[in-house]
């Protein structure tokens, strides 16, 4: 006589599927409640939910608050770069043009993130009164990619399905909770609406200027073959101008070439100097199309390159030269507004 205890092997089968299937419907309806808690706290305040908006920036890396500060309707001008060109303080570049600017540079980013950024910021200013961007070595990669080495939250600025899909991370959770506390804490810190952030400090605390070794390979030599290029065409000129086929016409739109220590500049003739004219000779070109244009060029060789008092390394310069650099920006900006009312 057969055990009752023992159970068919189809009503086993019958037993792991219902299993299978509470396990499936669990982890669903975990993951939707989830997101029915992610979404309207809009951990990042990308301006999708605006239930729990409080008109600040939570403290953050810029790579997350630049989808805060680039929506802002209060900054009608926009820096977009990487760190070589963090040092433009916003404030000043609007006390000389009368425009409200945000810095929008991210680190450790090229032109893909950079345009990316620069879309998200034209989403949400249809007519910006002026758009800085920074050329650097990296605009003339040969790779039409562009790649990084550093991950960038593209799903941040980008449509909602990649919205959805980049909260389904522990990293969004955790800020989830962690804005959730910041929305609830009675003193809660912000950061600085307009983006801007004075490295100097942070240099400054890994010596250097002041370390031996720091200084010896400020003076490096570049060589001739460093970061060997093609002599063009460059990807950048092609993206370059679908970036602008964006912007209206009446924007002032200025390029900036970001100044680099002397050691840096490859010797003069050899084949990494004439690729690196090319392709800033391009950049020009292209820019050219762009009705109210301007180029700031920092490498033609002024003075200040020469002063390894103003570099903490060869690609990234001192508050002095920062300064300096603003007012040509600024100058280029007025000029140009000027030109489009005559």
């Known amino acids: 006589m057969a055990d009752p205890r023992l159970t068919p092997d ?8 219902g299993f299978a299937r509470t396990l499936l419907l669990s982890v669903a309806g975990l993951f939707a409640g989830y997101l029915a808690l992610a979404v309207p706290v809009d951990p990042y305040d990308t301006g999708r939910s605006e239930l729990l908006a409080r008109g600040a920036v939570r403290p953050q890396g810029p790579r ?7 929506r802002d309707p209060a900054y ?5 770069g990487n760190s070589h060109i963090q040092l433009i303080e916003p404030a000043a570049l609007s006390r000389l043009t009368g425009i409200p600017f ?7 980013t090229g032109p893909t993130e950079q345009f990316a950024l620069l879309g998200w910021y034209l989403q949400h200013h249809a007519r910006p ?3 800085v961007l920074s050329a650097d070595a990296f605009w003339c990669a040969d790779d039409p990619s562009f790649p990084s080495e550093h991950g960038f939250p593209y799903w941040l600025i980008g449509d909602w399905p990649a919205y959805l899909r980049g909260l389904i991370r522990f990293s969004a959770a955790q800020e989830t909770v962690n804005r959730l506390g910041w929305l609830l804490s009675p003193r809660r810190k912000t950061a600085a609406a307009d983006g801007w952030w004075d490295y100097e400090r942070n240099y400054l605390s890994q010596g250097f200027g002041i370390d031996p070794a720091k200084k010896a390979a400020l003076e490096k030599p570049a060589g001739p073959d460093a970061e060997p290029h093609h002599g063009g065409p460059f990807p950048i000129a092609d993206r370059l101008r679908a970036e602008l086929a964006r912007v209206p016409a009446r924007t002032p739109v200025v390029v900036v070439f970001p100044p680099v220590y002397v050691r840096a500049e490859p010797p003069p003739g050899s084949p990494r100097a004439r690729a690196e004219a090319a392709c800033r000779a391009q950049v020009r070109s292209v820019l050219a199309t762009h009705p109210a244009n301007a180029v700031v060029d920092w490498r033609d060789g002024r003075p200040g390159a ?12 001192r508050l002095p030269l920062a300064r300096a650099l603003t007012t040509d920006i600024g100058a280029a900006i007025v000029r140009l507004r000027t030109q489009m009312t005559e």
């Open 64 to 70: 997350t608050a630049s989808a805060v500060r680039g």
């Open 76 to 80: 009608t001008g926009a820096v977009i």
């Open 129 to 131: 009164d002026a758009i």
């Open 102 to 108: 945000v810095q929008l540079s991210v680190p450790a």
């Open 10 to 17: 189809r009503d086993w089968r019958g037993d792991w599927r």
């Open 306 to 317: 020469a002063d390894p008092d103003q570099f903490f390394d060869q690609t990234h310069y």
